[in-house]
């Protein structure tokens, strides 16, 4: 049994948000401030409901808040024609023959024996009651507000009424319900049927913890070296509450126990002696009868007590050992990841009390914090292997473990499988971005956009971003190159830029912005498809005009063939072509320098209706090459830089 796609409606960023879920890894990586936390944070409040877990007006998203807005300063809505409105979870459950059924047997709501879907429904919505409520409480509101800006005014105040986001930050959790329910899924195409639904809180012997258990190691982990520092340690205890219940574990935690009874006797032997003095002095106290009220310290030892307070995690270096705190912040951080993932695994199994939840979902939010390259390489290729078994009951009951991991990091990107990635990035909506809205957008999708010509591109891709260029993906802006050359001299000058150039209006300096910078060769087409699907802001192409002139030979079978041969610009010769296939690519397989040359500076947006490149004063690409000047015509970049500086002497 396993989630397949998780829906969220109106929470923060996540205004209209479908994630697709893999059986095991699902890695979510996007730039800053792209929803990955607000994920988590939802999945934590629906699924592990408590009194510290409500929802703040400034969980809203901003266009909801409008709606609600409107909804409450406008005439008053029919209750015929009111529509339920909030923040809403939706997720999207498959199991099949080999499934348990008997805890989400109460809740099923298709017995066709084809359907093998399950929609759990969460809502923190406004009902037609509540809204009406809620829009009387805020005219009396308003009615007070003014009351107490027009006596402050007539005492020489300067009191302004709350506005309607003020009353809502306070009073919106009065009016706002949180309902939870199992919600009828077509079979056909996976939608739910949102008016065929049952409340969980009517249903009979269920428990959403039976059905779910979601657990999350965040990116605010309590991991630092200071002196005082004992993470690792204060975790030893909490292991030990868990296997303290799990049979596997009994003879060790027997001994324990029995050792510290047998210390008891000894301590409480010592403590006849150190506490004499004060004891005698009980006794003498005047009003008490002879051996009444007769007091004793004695040892008390707590196992679980004994652990928290006083084990201690080392490490071992030559043949010292040194406390957990002189690890570094990197090492500190993995390890800890560990024992808490250990203890969660430990807790889904439910060792000693039922069954493993059906679904357990772990999510693990920016394991990279404090780690360098390498380690975070060893962190994505070990982190499958150590979650691959699951959840094993002792009762030999087994379930599957799904985790999701958010990421900033390229490295941890590059070492994973492509299939495995989500990614988060804002709309684009009429060649605009939409900032207040997040969508996830599967790799796996991807592959549809290369026809079976180019199968091949998305191959060489895959392979190259992986192996190479993952940080793209948390670029702003990419810059192409061709080559070294570029490469070595491109950061100069964009440091030369930032030195010599005032910036106007919101500019930023060059080096300071989100900016990757890519060797690609001559194939920076092969990329254009995965640029626009990742919503790239903007993006320079700079390439070789690579000048060509047909020529007509035979071939070693003596026939005469066609070829391009390089040759030098001759503005008086109409035939010369390039042989650069990202320039004829982008310029709609324009050919002829002469047209290409004409097309200076191609600056380039992509039309969605006729699914092109085309010129557009405004685009977000520009495509770069060497122009020259009356006289001479440079081929290549390198061509180009010694063309321009040909009078500069070093």
Same mark, same amino acid.
């Given at each position: ?5 998780? *829906? ?14 893999? &059986? ?7 730039? &800053? ?8 944070? %939802? ?77 759990? =429904?969460? @809502? ?14 805020? *005219? ?28 809502? &930050?306070?009073?919106?959790? &009065? ?49 630092? /070296? ?50 004499? @003095? ?25 196992? !679980? ?48 009390? !039922? ?36 959840? *094993? ?11 999701? %991991? ?9 070492? $994973? ?18 900032? /207040? ?67 106007? =209006? ?40 690579? $000048? ?103």
């Amino acid at each position: 049994m396993v989630i397949r796609q998780i *829906q969220v409606k109106n929470f923060r960023l996540l205004k209209e948000f479908t994630m697709e879920m893999e &059986n095991e890894l699902s890695l979510v990586i996007g730039k &800053n401030n792209v929803g990955k936390t607000s994920l988590l944070v %939802i999945l934590d409040k629906f699924l592990n409901q408590g009194d510290r877990k409500g929802f703040q007006y400034n969980d809203f998203n901003l266009d909801f808040r409008c709606q609600l807005k409107d909804l409450i300063e406008k005439e008053v809505v029919d209750d015929t024609k009111y529509k339920e409105i909030g923040i809403q979870l939706r997720l999207l459950i498959e199991y099949d023959d080999h499934d348990d059924l008997e805890y989400i047997s109460p809740i099923l709501m298709d017995l066709d024996a084809d359907n093998n879907f399950l929609g759990l =429904g969460f @809502d923190y919505i406004l009902t037609y009651d509540m809204y009406v409520n809620l829009k009387n409480a805020y *005219q009396k509101f308003v009615e007070h507000e003014k009351s107490k800006e027009e006596k402050s005014r007539e005492n020489g105040g300067e009191y302004t009424a709350k506005t309607l986001d003020d009353f809502l &930050n306070s009073k919106q959790s &009065n009016y706002f319900v949180t309902i939870r329910k199992s919600i009828l899924i077509n079979k056909t195409d996976g939608t739910f049927i949102e008016e065929q639904y049952i409340n969980l809180k009517d249903a009979t012997n269920f428990r959403l913890c039976d059905v779910i258990n979601f657990q999350y190691i965040n990116a605010k982990r309590n991991v630092d /070296n200071k002196d005082v520092d004992k993470t690792l340690s204060s975790q030893t205890s909490e292991l030990y509450k868990i296997q303290e219940a799990a049979d596997e574990q009994q003879d060790a935690i027997e001994k324990f126990q029995d050792s510290l009874k047998d210390t008891d006797k000894v301590l409480s032997s010592i403590y006849d002696n150190m506490f004499s @003095d004060i004891v005698n002095k009980v006794r003498r106290f005047g009003g008490m009868s002879k051996n009444e009220t007769v007091i004793k310290v004695v040892s008390s030892l707590q196992h !679980r007590e004994m652990l928290k307070g006083n084990t201690t995690v080392v490490y071992q270096q030559e043949d010292k050992e040194l406390p957990e705190n002189y690890n570094g912040l990197g090492y500190m951080n993995l390890i800890s990841m560990i024992f808490d993932i250990d203890l969660i695994i430990k807790r889904m199994q439910r060792n000693k009390e !039922r069954k493993p939840a059906d679904i357990n979902l772990l999510f693990i939010e920016e394991p990279e914090a404090h780690t360098h390259p390498q380690m975070q390489y060893v962190f994505i290729k070990n982190i499958k292997n150590l979650l691959l078994q699951g959840i *094993q009951h002792k009762n030999g009951i087994k379930r599957k473990l799904q985790y999701i %991991i958010s990421s900033y990091s390229s490295h941890i990107v590059s070492d $994973c499988d492509f299939d495995d990635i989500k990614y988060l990035a804002h709309p684009i909506c009429d060649g605009s971005v939409e900032r /207040n809205a997040v969508i996830a957008k599967n790799l796996k999708v991807l592959q549809n956009e290369y026809d079976d010509d180019h199968k091949h591109y998305f191959a060489f891709l895959k392979q190259y971003l992986t192996l190479n260029r993952s940080e793209l993906f948390f670029a702003d802006k990419a810059i192409f190159i061709e080559g070294d050359t570029e490469r070595i001299l491109l950061s100069a000058m964009m440091k030369k830029i930032d030195q010599e150039c005032e910036l106007e =209006g919101n500019e930023e300096f060059l080096m300071s912005q989100n900016i990757s910078i890519v060797e690609v060769g001559a194939y920076s087409h092969i990329f254009e498809k995965f640029l626009r699907f990742i919503g790239l802001r903007k993006c320079l192409v700079i390439t070789d005009i690579d $000048c060509c002139k047909p020529v007509t030979k035979r071939d070693k079978n003596g026939k005469e063939r066609k070829y391009i041969e390089k040759t030098k610009y001759d503005a008086t010769d109409d035939s010369l072509v390039t042989s650069n296939a990202s320039i004829k690519y982008f310029l709609n397989n324009t050919q002829k320098v002469k047209d290409i040359l004409a097309m200076h500076p191609a600056i380039l947006s992509w039309n969605f209706e006729n699914k092109k490149w085309e010129t557009d004063e405004k685009g977000y690409l520009r495509l770069a090459f060497q122009y020259g000047k009356k006289t001479y015509q440079p081929r290549s970049f390198e061509d180009a830089f010694f063309s321009e500086n040909e009078n500069v002497y070093y």
